[in-house]
């Protein structure tokens, strides 16, 4: 279902929660930046769609391209946070989960120090409670898998 909170007072983040499957276990990939944890997100760009952006920022910070969107393009959003900021976050899945942090030419190195391939335990230990009902809503639909049975 897609959140019906609108994103027009606000600056808009896209973003994906990847998971991939490691023996049958969801994990799910987090960067860190400085001691933060989020998930691979970035500002959509006037006239840029937040699904392209979204999709953009996972391959701009983490160098994946191999996302498959088996939930569609619903999503969920963070509340307002920061300077009247939201994040909006869709669901994919990386079928290699080979991450690569690119270099940002802005700033010279990459945007984060670190990515880790969590489970659903590891991500809620990391993972701000601003994150927590993203992950949640995440985890709910990876467990009931594409066709929507547990």
Not at 14 to 33: H, I, W
Not at 51 to 73: I, M, P, S, T, Y
Not at 130 to 146: E, H, K, Y
């Amino acid at each position: 279902m897609t959140s019906n909170k609108s994103s027009k007072e606000y600056l808009l983040s896209a973003g994906v929660v990847v998971v991939r499957r490691c023996d049958d276990t969801p994990r799910y990939l987090l960067l860190r930046a400085f001691s933060y944890w989020d998930f691979p997100k970035g500002m959509v760009e006037p006239g840029e769609d937040p699904f392209q952006a979204a999709q953009r920022e996972v391959w701009e910070e983490a160098g994946l391209r191999d996302l498959v969107f088996r939930w569609g393009k619903d999503f969920q959003e963070t509340p307002p946070y920061g300077i009247g900021k939201i994040a909006r976050y869709y669901l994919a899945e990386s079928l290699n989960g080979e991450v690569e942090l690119h270099i940002n030419p802005r700033l010279g190195r990459a945007e984060h120090e670190e990515f880790r391939w969590v489970d659903v335990a590891g991500a809620r230990r990391l993972l701000v409670a601003r994150l927590q009902p993203i992950l949640s809503w995440a985890d709910g639909l990876v467990r009931r898998g594409t066709d929507g049975r547990p």
